[in-house]
């Protein structure tokens, strides 16, 4: 009996606390919406920046960038953490080119990108076009001296598009390695993409040292579906030129903005994106708009005068693109420092509208986060499930077992302009982007409150 009195009597005081934090959530909200600054901050990264990638010139600029605006949003401080990134530049224009079809001359440029860190290099061969690893391995004696394409297509019953992204990306990151297994000259893949344009998609590749280096490029879903056709029929030969190379690796920097908590024992909450994009387009969905959008979370909790329990860093990470050493580098420097870390949010799924979270944790922490639902379905989270968790943020778990999760924009376009030349700051709606940073900030809020 005095259980149950004890919880009818806690009713009241649960839902006079969730008043206040709805109330406080809608304020910090009304202020992202109306006095936001990260379409502004968005614009002068990808219009007087421009793309980043690991270990350029461009990338120094968006460092120092990131510290001085982190500084104005209002940080107690910012850190630069030092790590070593790799620097692979694209050099001239790539070309791929059919030149013949049943060995009749033709001078058909197709839409192509080298992928991330493939190597420089100019071929002529015979294309072979396969639709799978299994069917590379029954046709392994038919490989040596052509060019392999992968025409590995997005699976298009997927609602999450993410999930086709994840099926379809081992071609790109290990297709070139598994065909110069079998003898292959070169390299063409399908990009990963269910658009209808022929925009090419880059992206990172990553050679087996046991087998011979080969040129890798993507293509334009057009171009891919005409040469797949051609290869069906016909005798396609095809010129592959780039001009890939890697410098030496250079010092780069994950900017670390800190809200000092005030609670005595010192623990941290992360929330974070990525600096560093690909090297066409503006780097503006992937991942401008996380970066800007953690900078804003910052700005409304110093524009609320919120006075955090926890000590909340927000980190614009290095080299996510190229390698992840900068998220590598962030966690392991926590774990050095003995640093006990709570949480850990990322945002690298675009400046779409914000549809919840996906969450790394337990069962338990998970129900209490699935409780606040009420709190964060008026700004558009419906979802808060279980498998997720961003790439930046991945060494925390599993060096620290930190729980982590990531925002879960609506994916639907994303990958129309994902690593693209298309992926520029036109594409980005303000009210989208501002949205997604109220539902990061309104669970960040609840998690420095109330703990997992």
């Known amino acids: 009996m005095k259980k149950i009195l004890i919880a009818i009597l806690a009713i009241p005081i649960i839902s006079v606390a969730q008043n206040q934090d709805a109330v406080f959530i809608k304020k910090m909200s009304d202020d992202i919406l109306t006095n936001g600054k990260a379409y502004d901050w968005l614009h002068h990264l990808t219009k007087k920046i421009g793309n980043r990638v690991s270990g350029s010139s461009a990338f120094d600029k968006a460092t120092d960038w990131g510290k001085v605006t982190m500084q104005e949003a209002g940080a107690d401080n ?7 990134v790799p620097h692979w530049v694209r050099g001239n224009n790539d070309e791929v080119k059919i030149i013949s079809i049943d060995n009749k001359k033709q001078s058909h440029v197709l839409n192509a990108l080298a992928l991330g860190n493939s190597i420089g290099s100019s071929i002529e061969a015979n294309v072979i076009a396969i639709k799978s690893f299994d069917e590379l391995d029954k046709r392994k004696d038919e ?14 019953t997927y609602v999450e598009t993410f999930q086709a992204y994840g099926e379809a990306g ?3 990151y290990s297709g070139p390695s598994k065909a110069a297994q079998y003898g292959a000259v070169g390299c063409l893949v ?42 069906t029929k016909n005798l396609v030969k095809v010129s592959i030129k780039t001009h890939g190379k890697f410098l030496p690796d250079v010092t780069a920097y994950n900017v670390i903005g800190e809200l000092k908590g005030i609670s005595a024992a010192i623990k941290y909450i992360t929330i974070g994106g990525h600096l560093d994009s690909w090297d066409v387009g503006e780097g503006a969905n992937d991942d401008g708009a996380g970066v800007v959008q953690t900078m804003e979370v910052l700005r409304v909790f110093k524009a609320m005068n919120y006075k955090p329990k926890n000590t909340i860093r927000f980190v614009l990470f ?12 962030y966690a392991e420097q926590a774990l050095a ?31 209490k986060i699935q409780s606040w639902i009420d ?14 968790g961003g790439a930046d943020i991945g060494p925390l778990n599993e060096k620290l077992h930190t729980p982590i999760a990531e925002l879960l924009p609506d994916s ?27 539902n990061m900030t309104a669970l960040i809020y609840l998690i420095d409150k109330y703990g997992l």
């Open 78 to 84: 910012v850190i630069m953490q030092e790590c070593k």
């Open 143 to 156: 490989i040596k001296g052509k060019i392999v394409f992968f025409n590995y297509a997005f699976n298009q």
């Open 170 to 172: 081992k071609y790109r």
């Open 190 to 231: 399908r990009s990963l993409s269910g658009s209808t344009d022929n925009f090419p998609h880059t992206g990172m590749m990553k050679y087996n040292d046991s087998f011979p280096k080969i040129p890798a490029a993507a293509l334009g879903l057009q171009d891919a579906n005409k040469l797949w056709d051609m290869c």
């Open 318 to 329: 290095a080299n996510e693109e190229n390698g992840l050493n900068g998220g590598r580098k």
């Open 337 to 367: 420092k003995n640093e006990e870390h709570l949480f850990a949010l990322e945002t690298d799924g675009g400046g779409f509208t914000p549809r919840g979270f996906s969450l790394k944790l337990n069962e338990e922490q998970l129900k």
């Open 375 to 388: 709190l964060l379905q008026p700004y558009g989270t419906h979802k808060l499930e279980a498998g997720g």
């Open 412 to 438: 639907q376009r994303y990958f129309d302009i994902h690593h693209t030349n298309n992926d520029v700051f036109e594409n980005v709606n303000k009210r989208e982007l501002l949205l997604g940073a109220v």
